[in-house]
């Protein structure tokens, strides 16, 4: 297991253009073989994702982005944060790379979009997972919505903000012992006062109008819902509804598992996980 100071030093960057703005985008790319992009969501960054990666390098070229004023990417004010704009931005970094198609793998905000991506370019996309992933009008959820309020930036100090982190991680994880080592690596990237407006204007960016404007039944991917079904943020009935609009869809739920279902069952979650990627069944 990386530390989150490991993770960064294994990043690599590449300029992407949205919107006529050229912003700094960190990614981790390890492996060979048929690609797969591992997307985190809010207030994550790409080292949720750090013990999944390791166990797919050995079969699979692995890319994991930072979103834009997420992580290790761009933090300046002046760009929008939108789902909209993290789609367009993941999708000018894999052309970029030369992936013209890929399986995606997106959590929370990151299955946003997934939901997005694969509903706009349906021949890019080979399988797709989506995890506790926002989707319809069932997000943003309050305490993101409450970091997004203007005054946070202008009332709160960076000390604040990482304890409001500190207590959503450890009360949206399963376990009685929540992972220090997980919880720190997360808080991370908010640690002062540039990562802390950033992620004030990451909150406030979130918009529904960008999952109620697309049509999940468009998505043609075979796809595995694969969900903590203990989750208060974005319940599994998301799943089971997102699993009656998309025609090759599969919903796995995991038992004893919250919304970061990645770090409270991480054996069983790589296990389905490698599974549909390379078999294209669920264990």
Same mark, same amino acid.
């Given at each position: 297991m990386?530390s989150?100071? %490991?993770? &960064?030093?294994?990043?690599q960057?590449?300029?992407v ?12 790319? %390890?492996?060979e073989?048929d690609?797969?992009?591992?997307l985190?969501? =809010?207030?994550t ?5 750090r013990?999944v990666?390791?166990?797919l390098?050995d079969?699979r070229?692995?890319? @994991? ?8 990417s761009?933090?300046r004010?002046e760009f929008?944060?939108?789902i ?5 931005a993941?999708?000018?970094l894999?052309?970029g790379l030369g992936?013209?198609t @890929?399986?995606?793998?997106g959590h929370d ?5 997934g939901?997005?991506?694969? @509903?706009h370019r349906?021949?890019a996309?080979d399988?797709l997972?989506?995890s506790?992933?926002v989707?319809?009008d069932?997000?943003?959820? %309050?305490?993101? @919505?409450n =970091?997004g309020l203007p005054?946070?930036?202008k009332?709160?100090?960076?000390e604040e903000i990482q304890?409001?982190l500190?207590?959503m991680?450890?009360?949206? !994880?399963a376990?009685?012992?929540? *992972?220090?080592e997980?919880?720190e690596?997360?808080?991370?990237p908010?640690n /002062?006062?540039?990562?802390?407006v /950033? !992620?004030v204007?990451?909150a406030?960016?979130t918009?529904t109008n960008h999952?109620?404007?697309?049509d999940? *039944?468009?998505?043609?991917a075979? &796809?595995?819902l !694969? ?6 943020f974005?319940?599994?009935d *998301? ?8 025609e090759s869809?599969?919903?796995?739920? !995991?038992?004893d598992?919250?919304?970061w279902v =990645?770090?409270?069952?991480?054996e069983?979650?790589v296990?389905?996980?490698r599974s549909f990627?390379?078999d294209? %069944?669920?264990?």
């Amino acid at each position: 297991m990386a530390s989150h100071e %490991e993770w &960064t030093n294994a990043q690599q960057h590449q300029e992407v253009t949205v919107d006529g703005k050229d912003l700094d985008m960190a990614y981790y790319d %390890e492996g060979e073989g048929d690609p797969v992009v591992l997307l985190h969501g =809010i207030p994550t960054w790409s080292y949720l994702w750090r013990d999944v990666a390791e166990a797919l390098t050995d079969d699979r070229r692995v890319v @994991v982005p930072d979103m834009v004023g997420y992580g290790n990417s761009a933090m300046r004010d002046e760009f929008d944060r939108s789902i909209r704009v993290q789609e367009l931005a993941v999708a000018d970094l894999l052309d970029g790379l030369g992936l013209d198609t @890929v399986s995606f793998v997106g959590h929370d905000l990151g299955g946003g979009v997934g939901l997005r991506y694969a @509903v706009h370019r349906p021949d890019a996309v080979d399988r797709l997972v989506l995890s506790n992933a926002v989707a319809y009008d069932a997000w943003p959820v %309050e305490p993101i @919505v409450n =970091i997004g309020l203007p005054s946070t930036a202008k009332d709160k100090s960076v000390e604040e903000i990482q304890e409001t982190l500190d207590g959503m991680f450890r009360q949206s !994880l399963a376990s009685d012992d929540p *992972s220090d080592e997980f919880v720190e690596g997360m808080k991370a990237p908010w640690n /002062s006062e540039r990562g802390m407006v /950033s !992620l004030v204007r990451d909150a406030a960016a979130t918009n529904t109008n960008h999952t109620t404007e697309i049509d999940p *039944s468009d998505i043609t991917a075979d &796809t595995l819902l !694969l969900w903590g079904a203990d989750d208060e943020f974005q319940p599994i009935d *998301s799943a089971e509804r997102l699993e009656g609009d998309i025609e090759s869809a599969e919903v796995v739920g !995991l038992d004893d598992a919250n919304h970061w279902v =990645i770090q409270d069952r991480p054996e069983r979650y790589v296990e389905e996980l490698r599974s549909f990627l390379l078999d294209g %069944e669920s264990a």
